[in-house]
């Protein structure tokens, strides 16, 4: 399986790491598997918006650069196919709220 997001899943695992928190506890935090986790952070799988600014808060990474990383990383797998330009608007109104928070 090809990495679908090679900035997002690095500073997971760097910053879950500075953080002194296993996948495990990362898990528990966010309510999820650990298995979840792994994937993110191998980039077999892109975190919802809402869990990557959970997990931006948690880890205390720099939300804006983060959350932007993130759906950049959303639109680089998506823009080559038409059909998914809705999920891509969708993903940036997530972003953009969250943002303004």
């Not at 986790?37 to 077999?44: D, F, L, P």
């Not at 892109?46 to 990557?52: E, H, R, S, Y």
């Not at 932007?68 to 997530?94: C, T, W």
């Amino acid at each position: 399986m090809s990495n679908l997001s090679s900035i997002t899943s690095a500073t997971l695992k760097q910053a879950r790491r500075a953080s002194y928190l296993k996948q495990k506890q990362l898990a528990d935090k966010l309510k999820m598997n650990t298995a979840t986790i792994s994937r993110y952070e191998t980039g077999k799988l892109l975190p919802p918006v809402d869990k990557a600014a959970k997990m931006a808060d948690i880890l205390e990474i720099e939300k804006d650069r983060f959350m932007r990383n993130h759906a950049g990383d959303y639109l680089s797998g998506m823009v080559r196919d038409y059909r998914k330009f809705p999920q891509i608007v969708d993903i940036f109104r997530e972003t953009i709220a969250i943002l303004h928070k």
